[in-house]
């Protein structure tokens, strides 16, 4: 399965089927044969710098923004916004562009607190960074705090099937770790029933809990998007 998705992933990039197919078992040995996680990153690193596929990655997954601001800036509440550790800021700009909105960008530390006043934003945007902190009740409280009346997630979902779940797994390594260079990955996904027992354990009411299924095929995981309110 897991050949398959890097198939389809190489595909999407224009690599062509063949070529696409190469390419898929060229990583799959990387990983049988590597002794060590480290060793694995760095030779399958090498390979997609010299094949150009970080390159190519970065110039296709600009259009991912665009998408997630389609689906978030219906449920955006009052005119300040503030978008926490997601994409450079670029849903942040997008959301200007399409908006007009005030929008700031904040990057978030492990347990820390954000540098903003209570309730200083009327919505907080988080993109699939919960299941990225060690943390997610911490980052979840923050995003409460600074908020006045909302905050919208969406996050990676568990997936029923264990194949499809390592699926997963595999692809948001190899995203985040290899394409993006990110080290902490604590692949802290969950079903939506624990996403919402989260949300409400932090005082949060689900207004909007709706399922974007795998809504990008260069990012083959499972999305929910989740609206709350204070």
Request: proline share 4%; net charge negative; glycine share 6%.
């Amino acid at each position: 399965m897991v050949r398959a998705q890097l198939t389809n992933f190489f595909i999407f990039l224009g690599e062509g089927e063949q070529h696409s197919a190469v390419f898929a078992d060229v990583i799959v040995r990387i990983c049988q044969k590597a002794a060590s996680v480290e060793e694995m990153e760095k030779e399958m690193g090498k390979f997609c710098t010299d094949e150009a596929i970080t390159d190519k990655f970065g110039q296709v997954v600009h259009e991912r923004p665009a998408r997630i601001c389609r689906h978030i800036i219906p449920h955006l509440a009052g005119e300040r916004v503030l978008e926490i550790g997601s994409w450079n800021k670029m849903v942040g700009h997008g959301i200007v562009a399409m908006t007009g909105k005030h929008v700031e960008g904040t990057v978030y530390s492990e347990g820390a607190i954000l540098p903003h006043g209570t309730k200083s934003f009327d919505t907080t945007v988080c993109i699939a960074m919960l299941h990225h902190v060690n943390d997610p009740a911490k980052l979840l409280s923050e995003a409460a705090r600074v908020s006045s009346r909302r905050i919208i997630v969406i996050e990676t979902i568990n997936s029923p099937q264990e194949n499809q779940q390592m699926v997963h797994t595999f692809m948001d390594w190899f995203y985040n770790s290899i394409l993006h260079g990110l080290t902490n990955l604590p692949y802290n996904y969950r079903s939506p029933q624990e996403w919402e027992q989260l949300f409400a354990q932090n005082g949060l009411k689900v207004a909007l809990s709706k399922d974007m299924g795998v809504d990008n095929p260069l990012i083959p995981v499972h999305h929910w998007l989740y609206v709350l309110e204070r």
